[in-house]
């Protein structure tokens, strides 16, 4: 069974960074893409930034110049460093794979961001 786990969240004041850590099993296969999602209250789940296996990423406007995705050293592990945190990125971040054309979804870390 491949699960996510994450690791990483929470709570720091605006201006702070945290880094973000997602790790995949139950697979012998690579992922093809591995991204962070984030959902805050009330408002639906949005991509925050994904990478694919040959390194391309891509990020939601609102987080360029100050998150980085990478991937792990480690087979199918995931980071996301998150400097000049801002109160408007507190929210659930979820861990994200596609792995042989099946998507899978970690539980989720909470960060949250004081003013």
């Known amino acids: 069974q491949v699960q996510l786990v994450e690791s990483g969240g929470g709570l720091v004041q605006a201006g702070g960074s945290l880094r973000l850590s997602c790790a995949a099993s139950g697979t012998s296969s690579s992922f093809t893409v591995m991204g962070w999602y984030r959902q805050a209250p009330g408002k639906q789940r949005e991509l925050v930034a994904i990478i694919t296996s040959s390194g391309n990423t891509n990020y939601v406007d609102s987080v360029k110049g100050r998150f980085t995705i990478s991937r792990g050293n480690a087979k199918n592990t995931v980071y996301l460093q998150m400097n000049s945190l801002k109160p408007e990125d507190t929210a659930v971040y979820y861990c994200?794979?596609?792995?042989?054309?099946?998507?899978?979804w970690g539980q989720g870390t909470q960060v949250t961001v004081s003013s």
């Open positions: 994200n794979g596609v792995v042989l054309t099946r998507n899978y």
